[in-house]
């Protein structure tokens, strides 16, 4: 199982990014899928993760950045809307999945990071 993210640039302050992350590999699958990120000096930190229910967000987060997926498409995105220098970060895809490999396991999965840059 791979997650690949993608998306990630330099954006100017109230701009706009969409990010994405599409999975792959034997998936059963995809249970809760997320986004995080990780600002230099700081500890990663959850954005937003959707499952079957309702998402939710960082309150650092609400009202602007909407995450949403694909079922059909095993696919996860992000929709970044007034982005913030304070949004600048790496940041990562995650999802548990149920997958199949001579029987069914479960596993915890990261893309790697893509970089997102708020700047003027």
């Known amino acids: 199982v791979q997650l690949q993210a993608c998306g990630g640039g330099l954006v100017q302050p109230g701009g706009s990014l969409r990010l994405s992350c599409a999975a792959s590999?034997?998936?059963?699958?995809?249970?809760?899928m997320g986004w995080y990120r990780q600002a230099p000096g700081k500890e990663r930190e959850l954005v937003a993760a959707?499952?079957?229910?309702?998402?939710r967000y960082a309150d650092s987060v609400k009202g602007r950045f909407t995450v949403s997926r694909d079922n059909a498409k095993n696919t996860l995105h992000l929709q970044m809307n007034s982005l913030k220098p304070e949004d600048t970060a790496v940041y990562y895809c995650?999802?548990?999945?149920?997958?199949?490999?001579?029987?069914?396991?479960?596993?915890?999965?990261w893309g790697k990071g893509t970089l997102v840059t708020v700047s003027s």
């Open positions: 995650n999802a548990g999945v149920s997958y199949y490999n001579g029987g069914y396991y479960y596993g915890d999965y």
């Open positions: 590999g034997s998936i059963f699958r995809l249970n809760v």
């Open positions: 959707i499952s079957g229910g309702s998402p």
